[in-house]
C-alpha cells in the first residue's frame, strides 16, 4: 500500500529511537480494515484444527489467535472467512486494521533520498503508522502484556518475504527489562530472522495502555475489550515512520513507499510464522522458504460516495477516509456499447484536516446510470472502486469508517455486464 505513515517521536539519526520518545494520541489517526483481494481479512477463529492459516506451533493461548467474531455456529460461516480458510469458520467482524497520522506537513516525494545522517526533512519525521489486531483473548497482563509476540510484517518490494517486522513483545517482565515493541530490518529471502541482535533498528517500551504519566506515558501499544459480546481484544500499536531505517541508518520506508502488510502471533521473534496469521502462508519449514501471501496495497480509502441527475447532467460527489501517496481520481460512466470511458479526471479535493481524507465533486456533462472511480496513486497506477448508482448514496458522510465493500461486493454481484466492462476499460 502506499502510505502516508506516522508515529512516536523522533529517534536520532541512525540509532536506536529513545524509549522515551512519546506517542501521539490515539484519536489522532484514521483507522481503517487491511484487505486482500480488496476485502477485509477475516480470519478463522479456534484453533489450527479449524484454521488452515497458522503455523505448526499451535493457536494457544487463545490471547494468539487472530478472530474475526464468531461467537456461535450462527455467526461462523466459511463464506466469511477472507482469505478462503480450508475448513475455517470466520465471524463477521474484520480482523486486522490500519491506520495512519499525518502532521499535515505535504510531502513532495524526494526528501526520503537523503542519507540518515544528513537528517531528515520535516515533512515525515512526525508522522506515524497504526497497526490493530483482533484477538480471541486478552493479551494484557499486570500493566505488560502476556508473555506472547504480536507481529507485523512488511513486503516492501513486492516479493513476498518481509523487509520490515514489527514485533510486539511481551516475554519481559517488568523492572529493566519491559515489554517492548522491536522494529527489524532483514532483507532476505525469508519470512523469519536469521539474527535478532543484528537485525534490531529501534526498541520502544510496550504496556497494555498508554497512562498520562509514570512509565507508560510513552507506550506505543494499548490492549482494548472490544465490548461487543465476543469477549474479544484488540491490540494496537503506532511506530513513527523515521523508525524503518536500515542497518545503515538510511531511510527504507517513506510515504511514498509501497507494501504490503502480513499479521501473525508467535512464541518467538526467531519465527513470526509459528502461531496463528492473517493470510496464507506456507510457513519456514520448506528448503527453499516459500513466500506468504501478503495483502492489498490499496492507498486510499473511500467512505462516502452519492450522485444525482441535475437537467441533463450528473453530479457526483465522493469522500475519503484516508489518502496516502495519492495523486487523485478518475471518474469513468458507460458510453456508447456498454464499455466504460473517462469522463472526469482531476487531481486533489478538499482537505478535511490532518489525518483525514478529502471531499471531492464533479458534474459530467451527459446523463450516467452507473459509474465507476479509480484513485491514482503517485506512480501512476489505479485502484477501482465500484460500480456506483446514480441517485444512490454508499457511506455515511459524517462516518469516519470505510463503506462496507463485502456488502456492496454482494449487492452488485448480479450486474456482471459492469464488471466487464471495467475490464475492458482496464486492458484499454
Same mark, same amino acid.
Given at each position: 500500500m502506499l502510505l502516508v505513515l506516522?508515529?512516536?517521536?523522533?529517534? &536520532?539519526?541512525?540509532?536506536?529511537?529513545?524509549?522515551?520518545?512519546?506517542?501521539?494520541?490515539?484519536?489522532?489517526?484514521?483507522?481503517?480494515?487491511?484487505?486482500?483481494?480488496?476485502?477485509?481479512?477475516?480470519?478463522?477463529?479456534?484453533d489450527a484444527s479449524s484454521d488452515a492459516s497458522a503455523g505448526s506451533g499451535g493457536i494457544n493461548p487463545s490471547r494468539t489467535d487472530i478472530s474475526s467474531g464468531a461467537t456461535s455456529a450462527a455467526?461462523?460461516?466459511?463464506?466469511?472467512?477472507?482469505?478462503?480458510?480450508?475448513?475455517?469458520?470466520?465471524?463477521?467482524?474484520?480482523?486486522?486494521?490500519?491506520?495512519?497520522?499525518?502532521?499535515?506537513?505535504?510531502?513532495?516525494?524526494?526528501?526520503?533520498?537523503?542519507? !540518515?545522517?544528513?537528517?531528515?526533512?520535516?515533512?515525515?519525521?512526525?508522522?506515524?503508522?497504526?497497526?490493530?489486531?483482533?484477538?480471541?483473548?486478552?493479551?494484557?497482563?499486570?500493566?505488560?502484556?502476556?508473555?506472547?509476540?504480536?507481529?507485523v510484517l512488511f513486503d516492501i518490494d513486492g516479493d513476498g518475504y518481509k523487509e520490515f517486522y514489527v514485533d510486539i513483545d511481551g516475554t519481559h517482565a517488568g523492572g529493566n527489562s519491559p515489554d517492548q515493541v522491536n522494529i527489524f530490518y532483514e532483507n532476505l529471502n525469508s519470512n523469519s530472522l536469521s539474527n535478532a541482535t543484528t537485525a534490531l533498528r529501534n526498541v520502544y517500551r510496550a504496556c497494555n495502555t498508554t497512562t498520562a504519566s509514570g512509565?507508560?506515558?510513552?507506550?506505543?501499544?494499548?490492549?482494548?475489550?472490544?465490548?461487543?459480546?465476543?469477549?474479544e481484544y484488540y491490540l494496537d500499536v503506532q511506530v513513527p515512520l523515521i523508525a524503518f531505517v536500515?542497518?545503515?541508518g538510511v531511510q527504507q520506508l517513506c510515504p511514498d513507499t509501497p507494501f504490503n502488510l502480513f499479521f501473525s502471533t508467535s512464541a518467538s521473534n526467531q519465527n513470526p510464522l509459528q502461531k496463528d496469521f492473517s493470510q496464507p502462508c506456507p510457513g519456514v519449514s520448506q528448503t527453499p522458504e516459500q513466500p506468504c501471501s501478503f495483502g492489498d496495497t490499496t492507498p486510499v480509502s473511500l467512505k462516502h460516495v452519492s450522485s444525482f441527475p441535475d437537467g441533463g447532467r450528473t453530479v457526483i460527489e465522493w469522500e475519503? !477516509?484516508?489518502?496516502?501517496?495519492?495523486?487523485?481520481?478518475?471518474?469513468? &460512466?458507460?458510453?456508447?456499447?456498454?464499455?466504460?470511458?473517462?469522463?472526469a479526471t482531476g487531481g486533489l479535493g478538499e482537505a478535511l484536516g490532518p489525518s483525514h481524507g478529502r471531499r471531492y465533486r464533479t458534474t459530467v456533462d451527459a446523463p450516467v446510470g452507473s459509474f465507476w472511480l479509480a484513485d491514482v496513486d503517485i506512480r501512476g497506477e489505479r485502484t477501482w472502486h465500484g460500480p456506483f448508482f446514480v441517485g444512490r448514496e454508499y457511506g455515511v458522510r459524517?462516518?469516519?469508517?470505510?463503506?462496507?465493500w463485502p456488502t456492496l461486493a454482494r449487492e452488485l454481484a448480479a450486474h456482471e455486464h459492469t464488471g466487464r466492462g471495467v475490464a475492458r476499460a482496464r486492458a484499454g
Open positions: 506516522s508515529l512516536a517521536g523522533t529517534p &536520532a539519526m541512525g540509532a536506536f529511537a529513545a524509549v522515551t520518545d512519546p506517542p501521539v494520541a490515539w484519536t489522532s489517526f484514521t483507522i481503517v480494515d487491511y484487505t486482500f483481494n480488496g476485502q477485509p481479512v477475516r480470519d478463522a477463529d479456534g455467526d461462523a460461516s466459511a463464506a466469511n472467512c477472507n482469505p478462503p480458510v480450508a475448513g475455517g469458520l470466520c465471524g463477521p467482524a474484520t480482523s486486522v486494521f490500519w491506520g495512519y497520522y499525518d502532521a499535515g506537513t505535504a510531502y513532495t516525494g524526494t526528501q526520503c533520498s537523503n542519507p !540518515a545522517g544528513a537528517g531528515y526533512d520535516a515533512d515525515f519525521q512526525d508522522d506515524f503508522i497504526f497497526f490493530r489486531v483482533r484477538l480471541n483473548g486478552d493479551p494484557g497482563t499486570n500493566g505488560g502484556l502476556t508473555s506472547n509476540h504480536w507481529n512509565a507508560c506515558a510513552t507506550s506505543p501499544t494499548r490492549v482494548i475489550n472490544i465490548g461487543d459480546g465476543t469477549g536500515n542497518a545503515s475519503t !477516509a484516508i489518502e496516502a501517496a495519492h495523486a487523485g481520481f478518475e471518474l469513468y &460512466a458507460a458510453g456508447p456499447g456498454g464499455n466504460l470511458e473517462r469522463r459524517d462516518d469516519s469508517h470505510p463503506i462496507d
